[in-house]
Protein backbone atom coordinates (compact mmCIF):
# COMPACT_ATOMS: atom_id res chain seq x y z
CA UNK A 1 0.00 0.00 0.00
CA UNK A 2 1.57 2.85 -1.00
CA UNK A 3 0.28 7.12 0.56
CA UNK A 4 1.29 10.43 -0.38
CA UNK A 5 0.87 13.30 1.76
CA UNK A 6 2.21 16.63 2.27
CA UNK A 7 4.78 16.66 4.88
CA UNK A 8 4.36 18.65 8.39
CA UNK A 9 7.22 18.98 10.70
CA UNK A 10 7.72 19.15 14.42
CA UNK A 11 10.58 18.83 16.77
CA UNK A 12 12.02 16.25 19.22
CA UNK A 13 9.82 14.89 22.77
CA UNK A 14 6.73 15.57 21.47
CA UNK A 15 4.54 13.87 23.86
CA UNK A 16 0.42 12.65 24.17
CA UNK A 17 -0.05 16.04 26.27
CA UNK A 18 1.36 18.03 23.35
CA UNK A 19 -0.46 16.23 20.75
CA UNK A 20 -3.59 16.55 22.37
CA UNK A 21 -4.04 18.50 25.85
CA UNK A 22 -5.64 16.53 28.52
CA UNK A 23 -8.61 18.70 29.18
CA UNK A 24 -9.45 18.34 25.36
CA UNK A 25 -9.01 14.42 25.65
CA UNK A 26 -12.22 13.59 26.32
CA UNK A 27 -14.23 15.62 22.88
CA UNK A 28 -16.13 13.16 21.00
CA UNK A 29 -16.31 15.47 18.91
CA UNK A 30 -13.34 14.74 16.00
CA UNK A 31 -13.42 18.72 14.60
CA UNK A 32 -12.35 19.46 18.61
CA UNK A 33 -10.02 17.24 18.50
CA UNK A 34 -8.51 18.27 15.49
CA UNK A 35 -8.77 21.57 16.18
CA UNK A 36 -6.84 21.29 19.38
CA UNK A 37 -4.26 18.82 18.06
CA UNK A 38 -0.43 20.21 18.36
CA UNK A 39 -1.72 23.44 19.11
CA UNK A 40 1.11 24.20 21.89
CA UNK A 41 3.73 23.02 19.31
CA UNK A 42 2.58 24.60 16.52
CA UNK A 43 -0.80 26.90 16.46
CA UNK A 44 -1.13 26.84 12.56
CA UNK A 45 -0.62 22.76 11.78
CA UNK A 46 -3.81 21.59 12.17
CA UNK A 47 -5.23 24.36 10.11
CA UNK A 48 -2.81 23.63 7.62
CA UNK A 49 -2.91 20.04 7.48
CA UNK A 50 -4.96 18.04 5.12
CA UNK A 51 -6.69 14.76 5.08
CA UNK A 52 -4.17 12.09 3.84
CA UNK A 53 -0.69 14.30 5.32
CA UNK A 54 2.29 13.30 7.02
CA UNK A 55 3.68 14.54 10.40
CA UNK A 56 7.24 14.05 10.35
CA UNK A 57 8.47 14.13 13.92
CA UNK A 58 12.05 13.89 15.86
CA UNK A 59 13.28 11.64 18.62
CA UNK A 60 10.48 10.81 21.77
CA UNK A 61 7.60 11.03 20.07
CA UNK A 62 4.21 9.64 21.56
CA UNK A 63 5.78 9.16 25.00
CA UNK A 64 2.99 9.50 27.83
CA UNK A 65 -0.73 8.29 28.77
CA UNK A 66 -3.74 8.55 26.80
CA UNK A 67 -1.95 7.30 23.40
CA UNK A 68 -5.59 6.39 22.16
CA UNK A 69 -6.48 10.31 22.36
CA UNK A 70 -3.36 11.39 20.83
CA UNK A 71 -3.89 9.15 17.77
CA UNK A 72 -7.19 10.07 17.34
CA UNK A 73 -6.55 13.83 17.32
CA UNK A 74 -3.54 13.00 15.03
CA UNK A 75 -6.59 11.11 12.74
CA UNK A 76 -8.75 14.19 13.14
CA UNK A 77 -6.72 16.38 12.15
CA UNK A 78 -6.04 14.57 8.91
CA UNK A 79 -2.82 12.76 9.41
CA UNK A 80 -2.29 9.60 7.39
CA UNK A 81 1.36 8.55 8.66
CA UNK A 82 3.79 9.48 11.08
CA UNK A 83 6.90 9.51 10.36
CA UNK A 84 9.71 9.82 13.62
CA UNK A 85 13.37 9.09 14.28
CA UNK A 86 11.86 7.49 17.43
CA UNK A 87 8.63 6.66 18.65
CA UNK A 88 7.24 5.65 22.23
CA UNK A 89 6.23 1.89 21.55
CA UNK A 90 2.84 1.59 23.19
CA UNK A 91 1.86 5.25 21.48
CA UNK A 92 3.22 3.14 17.91
CA UNK A 93 0.96 -0.13 19.14
CA UNK A 94 -2.22 2.33 19.78
CA UNK A 95 -1.78 3.94 16.25
CA UNK A 96 -1.15 0.73 14.55
CA UNK A 97 -4.77 -0.49 16.39
CA UNK A 98 -6.36 2.73 14.84
CA UNK A 99 -4.89 2.53 11.06
CA UNK A 100 -1.94 5.20 11.54
CA UNK A 101 1.50 3.73 10.64
CA UNK A 102 4.43 5.23 12.63
CA UNK A 103 7.56 5.06 10.55
CA UNK A 104 10.81 5.22 12.50
CA UNK A 105 13.18 6.87 10.26
CA UNK A 106 15.58 8.99 11.69
CA UNK A 107 17.03 10.57 7.84
CA UNK A 108 13.66 11.34 6.76
CA UNK A 109 12.51 13.43 9.46
CA UNK A 110 14.45 16.43 7.36
CA UNK A 111 12.09 16.32 4.88
CA UNK A 112 11.27 19.62 3.79
CA UNK A 113 7.88 20.56 5.79
CA UNK A 114 5.14 21.73 2.17
CA UNK A 115 7.32 18.50 0.32
CA UNK A 116 5.16 15.64 -1.01
CA UNK A 117 6.19 12.35 0.50
CA UNK A 118 5.19 8.93 -0.35
CA UNK A 119 5.00 5.95 1.86
CA UNK A 120 5.50 2.63 0.54
CA UNK A 121 4.31 0.47 3.38
CA UNK A 122 5.01 -2.70 2.34
CA UNK A 123 8.32 -1.81 0.67
CA UNK A 124 9.46 -0.08 3.43
CA UNK A 125 10.56 3.18 1.83
CA UNK A 126 10.04 7.01 2.26
CA UNK A 127 10.20 9.12 -0.94
CA UNK A 128 10.83 12.62 -0.90
CA UNK A 129 9.11 13.81 -4.71
CA UNK A 130 10.59 16.86 -4.25
CA UNK A 131 14.01 15.98 -4.39
CA UNK A 132 14.00 12.30 -5.57
CA UNK A 133 15.56 10.65 -2.21
CA UNK A 134 14.61 7.90 -0.41
CA UNK A 135 15.03 6.65 2.56
CA UNK A 136 14.32 3.26 3.96
CA UNK A 137 12.50 2.21 7.31
CA UNK A 138 10.66 -1.35 8.13
CA UNK A 139 8.30 -2.66 6.45
CA UNK A 140 4.92 -2.47 7.64
CA UNK A 141 3.27 -6.24 8.53
CA UNK A 142 0.43 -7.35 6.91
CA UNK A 143 -2.07 -6.12 9.83
CA UNK A 144 -1.07 -2.85 10.26
CA UNK A 145 -1.52 -2.19 6.51
CA UNK A 146 -5.04 -3.65 7.08
CA UNK A 147 -5.71 -1.10 9.46
CA UNK A 148 -4.84 1.78 7.10
CA UNK A 149 -6.72 0.57 4.47
CA UNK A 150 -10.18 0.03 6.60
CA UNK A 151 -9.20 3.54 8.23
CA UNK A 152 -8.39 4.89 4.48
CA UNK A 153 -12.41 3.49 3.54
CA UNK A 154 -13.81 5.23 6.22
CA UNK A 155 -13.01 8.41 5.59
CA UNK A 156 -13.87 8.15 1.90
CA UNK A 157 -16.91 7.21 2.94
CA UNK A 158 -17.52 9.68 5.96
CA UNK A 159 -16.62 12.05 2.14
CA UNK A 160 -19.01 10.78 0.90
CA UNK A 161 -21.98 11.01 3.58
CA UNK A 162 -20.59 14.54 3.97
CA UNK A 163 -20.60 15.72 0.40
CA UNK A 164 -24.18 13.77 -0.37
CA UNK A 165 -25.77 16.20 2.66
CA UNK A 166 -26.45 12.36 4.30
CA UNK A 167 -28.53 13.56 7.83
CA UNK A 168 -29.39 10.46 8.90
Not at 31 to 39: E, M, S
Amino acid sequence: MVLYGVAHRVGDNIGTTAIIAPEQRGAGDPALLAAYCLATVDPQIAEAAREGDVLLAGAHFGYGDAADSAVLALQAAGFAAVVAASADAGFAAAAAAYGLPVLICPAATGVAAGSVVRLDLAGGTITDRATGAVFRTAACPRELIEAVRRTQLLARMRRVVEAEGFDG
